[in-house]
């Protein structure tokens, strides 16, 4: 059986890290502490963990996060004015809106308030519309990190089929236009598939690069695999099971299903969540240095 390789999200992100160090630095010179805000509305268990821990790590490169609490009932008025406050802040070089937010609030109308040049998620009509032109200011994180993952191990995707699973404007879409552009480490054959596509396996199973962002527990087997390929699981999923926490995290993809089918996987947990938050960090990075 050929041996899998396991693309590593924790050393891609210490790589990111590493580089970010001097600009950090070059920008602290200055007078400049890169700064995040992030917006966290009720009280989501997931949420909750993935805001510590990026707290976690913008204390340890000594940068400036500050999370604001908002009840869960908040009114969209109340929020967008809260968002107007940080985007005239000049603390915060980047905001974050933790979603997702209760259903009474529309997303995509809070996310559209967020100063575009604050927009470190890159939700922003004008950032998607920028990214979509192949003239990016800020990429959303999880794509980003994704293809910061291709470029880590030197994957060149031009004359490949990349299949992404999931059309999500958070990630599917993103990088179907990301694998697509005329760029390093791009330049492949995008097919999305999703919830309408006849006969997902057998698309899945052309692609030289598999991308798994459907948001259902191991839904991804050896039957949309093809031999050799290789596979990003972008899906992170808590499934009950009977150990002290009372759940596991699993990805899109049935792991132990395509061990030695696929030549290299992105495991789950430890593969794209950590470049998530390390995407965070070079944007509001990036962000800072707009003021240079």
Do not use: W
């Not at 590593?8 to 590493?18: F, L």
């Not at 869960?72 to 940080?86: G, N, Q, T």
């Not at 890159?122 to 990214?131: M, S, T």
């Amino acid at each position: 059986m050929p041996k899998t390789k396991i693309f590593s999200g924790k050393e891609v992100s210490e790589a990111v890290y590493k580089n970010l160090q001097p600009r950090i630095s070059r920008l602290k010179q200055q007078g400049i502490t890169p700064g995040l805000a992030v917006i966290l509305v009720g009280n989501d268990p997931a949420s909750q963990v993935y805001v510590r821990s990026k707290g976690r790590k913008f204390n340890k490169l000594d940068l400036f996060s500050e999370t604001i609490m908002l009840p869960v009932d908040i009114d969209e008025d109340s929020l967008i004015s809260k968002i107007h406050e940080l985007n005239n802040d000049n603390r915060f070089h980047g905001i974050l809106v933790q979603l997702p937010l209760p259903k009474h609030l529309d997303s995509n109308k809070i996310l559209f308030e967020v100063n575009p040049k604050k927009d470190v998620d890159g939700f922003h009509p004008v950032n998607i519309g920028k990214l979509a032109l192949g003239e990016p200011q800020f990429i959303p994180c999880t794509p980003k990190g994704v293809m910061r993952i291709f470029d880590h191990y030197n994957i060149e995707l031009s004359g490949k089929h990349v299949v992404v699973v999931g059309r999500s404007n958070i990630v599917g879409r993103p990088l179907s236009i990301l694998t697509s552009l005329k760029t390093s480490y791009a330049n492949a054959t995008t097919t999305i598939c999703h919830s309408g596509t006849p006969d997902i396996p057998k698309i899945a199973k052309q692609a030289d690069v598999l991308i798994a962002a459907i948001g259902v527990p191991e839904m991804i087997d050896e039957t949309y695999v093809k031999p050799g390929a290789i596979m990003i699981d972008v899906g992170i999923n808590r499934v009950e099971d009977d150990s002290e926490k009372g759940y596991k995290l699993v990805g899109d993809v049935n792991f132990e299903s395509v061990i030695g089918i696929a030549t290299a996987i992105t495991p789950v947990p430890g593969g794209v969540g950590p470049m998530t938050i390390a995407m965070r960090v070079e944007n509001t990075v990036e962000a800072a240095e707009l003021d240079l």
